[in-house]
């Protein structure tokens, strides 16, 4: 089993930066694989922001790309998402995920740019 637990999220006005950051616990914690953040705004699907391997490979959605940085530590089992030029349509509840033979999700962080 793995736990994840989200924070930084919150209110931030256009052209302004959040972190975004997940914890990863539990007893499978440590055969972590992929870690990522999705979101999803009202009304829409989940979707991906941002993957990054235990390599450190990353992949980045179209629409954050240049402007949205995701980091991670491996040891001790975190995973960032620093977003930048945020944008009314970055507007969505974040989620962290994590594969560790089975998919993991964190319970979500509000991100609200307005202004």
């Known amino acids: 089993q793995v736990q994840l637990v989200e924070s930084g999220g919150g209110l931030v006005q256009p052209g302004g930066s959040l972190r975004l950051s997940c914890a990863a616990s539990?007893?499978?914690?440590?055969?972590?694989?992929?870690m990522g953040w999705y979101r999803q705004a009202p009304g829409n699907q989940r979707v991906l922001v941002a993957t990054?391997?235990?390599?450190?490979?990353?992949n980045y959605a179209d629409s954050v790309k240049g402007r949205f940085t995701i980091s991670r530590d491996n040891a001790k089992n975190t995973v960032d998402l620093q977003m930048n030029s945020l944008k009314f349509g970055d507007t969505a509840v974040y989620y962290c995920?994590?594969?560790?033979?089975?998919?993991?999700w964190g319970q979500g962080t509000q991100v609200t740019v307005s202004s």
């Open positions: 995920r994590v594969f560790a033979g089975n998919v993991y």
């Open positions: 539990g007893s499978a914690a440590a055969t972590i694989s992929t």
């Open positions: 990054i391997s235990n390599s450190g490979r990353t």
